[in-house]
């Protein structure tokens, strides 16, 4: 089903993330869909605009079009509420206070153990981490907003073969126990061909369906 | 009081060619500059003693106001002027000017007429003076706050939007960059209250006391203006941050780094 050609009275019932004509940057018009609990992966060259395409629907950038969630277009949220719900986690981290805890506003975090850390780990500086605890620590981190979508660029860029498979295996769990809808930017065709039921291309005309 | 005569006066300017022509034989190249400079001075300061002496001679709300408007504007420029990224279009005038005139203009106006209590309010013997002086301070105040303020904000742009990206509201996202920028328009008139007397004899005071008034009556003069500073510094950098942190976001709480020209160089 292809949101663009529903029409508004069905648009009501939709559930999930709807992106309808969206332009930002001088690019597309994007259309696309992502029922609640499903992986959605995208791939498309570098510089095709995939990271411009996950701020606008998490409507960081300016934009035309619309982003709907549930049926209810993002301008009818409030923008801080709509990002907690439709969480962006970006290819790069970035931390502001000295100690990992602050970022987690002094709250347990229940997806430490899975992810290798413990409570210890809130006390932890952030200029000693590395590049691939800060990636899990970001997701850990975005996953406390308990968002209904997950808008993930590049996830496992930094990380060792093990925790590729304890980071998409996390994020499946919370897919499944939340009915979250994910969108997925890998540059891994296994990748993509593991954690997606349905799989994106980003062109310069659009979003194009392809299958593996 | 002593008046100064021409000689008096040319005596000094004959240091300042003494030294103007050691530079020359140093060739420091500060001659040139320096020579300008002492010009200015003679001329810009002989110009407005003579606005001062005919704005005595006529005591008129009209033509205070019209020069009070022309020291804002000259403020208003001198903000904008000395910000390294600043607002686009009518918002890098305004801002400044705005958060100014608010601030400067409603403390003059309250002391001329609850403190110094002059009859008319606006007389310009105490008007314009007052004025300008919470003028000359709160404008230090603003174009440094305003500087720290955008300049911060381009170089944690990504904290900023990681922040946003997390739900933070704008001012959230901004709100240890914008206490950052409140210290440093703060800090000169806090450092300059914290030395008066003791490092520095404030030139107002000292100006008094060369005229002949009595110390006693010096100091409180110098107190009162200090106080006023303080507040008038401190309300007019709060109003421009505000501003100026609400015009960095639209509504959608973005971050908008657009709104901002580019470095100076």
């Not at chain 1, 609990?37 to 510089?47: K, P, Q, T």
């Not at chain 2, 606005?51 to 020291?71: E, R, T």
């Not at chain 2, 009859?119 to 440094?144: C, E, F, R």
Request: glycine residues 8%; aromatic residues 6%.
């Amino acid at each position: 089903m292809t949101p663009r050609s529903s029409t508004l009275q069905n648009r009501q019932n939709i559930s999930g993330l709807s992106v309808i004509d969206l332009c930002t940057h001088g690019r597309g018009p994007y259309s696309l869909h992502i029922a609640p609990g499903e992986c959605v992966s995208l791939r498309g060259d570098s510089g095709s605009g995939k990271s411009l395409l996950l701020r606008a629907i998490a409507d960081l950038a300016p934009h035309t079009g619309q982003v709907l969630l549930d049926s209810t277009p993002s301008t009818q949220i409030a923008a801080p509420q709509w990002r907690k719900q439709v969480a962006l986690l970006p290819a790069e981290s970035h931390w502001w206070k000295d100690e990992v805890g602050a970022h987690f506003a002094g709250e347990e975090c229940r997806w430490f153990d899975v992810l290798g850390f413990s409570a210890e780990t809130m006390r932890w500086q952030i200029s000693r981490l590395s590049s691939g605890e800060k990636q899990r620590l970001a997701l850990a981190r975005v996953l406390m907003n308990k968002p209904q979508v997950l808008l993930l660029d590049e996830p496992t860029a930094s990380l060792d073969a093990d925790n590729v498979i304890v980071v998409e295996k996390l994020i499946d769990e919370y897919r499944r126990d939340t009915g979250a809808a994910v969108l997925w930017v890998s540059h891994d065709a296994q990748q993509a061909a593991r954690v997606g039921s349905r799989h994106l291309q980003l062109t310069t005309e659009g979003v194009r369906e392809y299958s593996v | 009081m002593i008046m100064l005569n021409t000689v008096d006066l040319a005596l000094a300017a004959g240091l300042v060619l003494a030294m103007a022509a050691l530079s020359w034989r140093m060739q420091l190249g500060l001659s040139g500059q320096l020579l300008i400079a002492g010009t200015r001075t003679v001329v810009q300061l002989l110009l407005i003693g003579l606005v001062l002496k005919a704005l005595f001679a006529n005591v008129d709300l009209l033509w205070v106001a019209g020069i009070s408007l022309v020291m804002l504007l000259a403020a208003g420029r001198e903000v904008m002027a000395r910000q390294q990224r600043r607002f686009t279009g009518w918002w890098g005038f305004g801002m400044g000017t705005g958060a100014m005139f608010v601030s400067s203009f409603a403390i003059t106006v309250l002391a001329l007429t609850s403190m110094v209590a002059t009859d008319p309010w606006y007389d310009p013997q105490y008007a314009v003076p007052l004025l300008g002086m919470l003028l000359g301070n709160t404008m230090s105040g603003i174009a440094l706050a305003l500087d720290r303020l955008t300049s911060t904000a381009w170089q944690q742009r990504a904290i900023i939007e990681q922040r946003l990206m997390l739900g933070a509201t704008r001012l959230e996202a901004i709100a240890e960059i914008r206490r950052e920028a409140m210290r440093s328009g703060m800090m000169p008139i806090i450092n300059a209250m914290a030395a008066a007397g003791l490092v520095s004899l404030p030139g107002m005071m000292t100006g008094q006391i060369l005229a002949g008034s009595p110390p006693l009556e010096a100091v409180k003069y110098q107190i009162l203006i200090m106080f006023l500073i303080s507040a008038g510094t401190g309300f007019g950098v709060t109003a421009a941050l505000w501003l100026a942190s609400k015009r960095l976001f639209d509504e959608r709480h973005r971050l908008r780094l657009d709104k901002l020209s580019g470095p100076r160089h």
